[in-house]
């Protein structure tokens, strides 16, 4: 089992930042990856950004690349997302996923993004 509890969300304008924490506590070294996603309101849910457990191994959603940054700490039981230049598109429910290879994932409760424009 982890527990996920996300937080950093908020209000912002276009064009500013906002860094998103997961902090993950359970059988987090047995994690394939963590994972951001987000949900705008009437779309589905979609990957943001993911990193793998061993290895750092990173992928961005295209729409994210060059203006978000997913990192974690040493201990890797905190995961980042450094959002920068935000457009109103990223608004959103961001949510926090533990990725497993052979049980089920886990999500956080989520934290909302609200960009201005």
């Known amino acids: 089992q982890v527990q996920l509890v996300e937080s950093g969300g908020g209000l912002v304008q276009a064009g500013g930042s906002l860094r998103l924490s997961c902090a993950a506590s359970?059988?987090?070294?047995?994690?394939?990856?963590m994972g951001w996603y987000r949900q705008a309101p009437g779309k589905q849910r979609e990957l943001v950004a993911s990193?793998?457990?061993?290895?750092?191994?990173?992928n961005y959603a295209d729409s994210v690349k060059g203006r978000f940054t997913i990192s974690r700490d040493n201990a890797k039981t905190t995961v980042y997302l450094q959002m920068n230049s935000l457009k109103p598109e990223d608004t959103g429910v961001y949510y926090c996923?533990?990725?497993?290879?052979?049980?089920?994932?886990?999500w956080g409760q989520g934290t909302q993004v609200t960009v201005s424009s």
């Open positions: 996923k533990a990725i497993f290879l052979y049980m089920r994932d886990f």
């Open positions: 359970g059988s987090v070294s047995s994690t394939y990856a």
């Open positions: 990193i793998t457990t061993r290895g750092g191994g990173i």
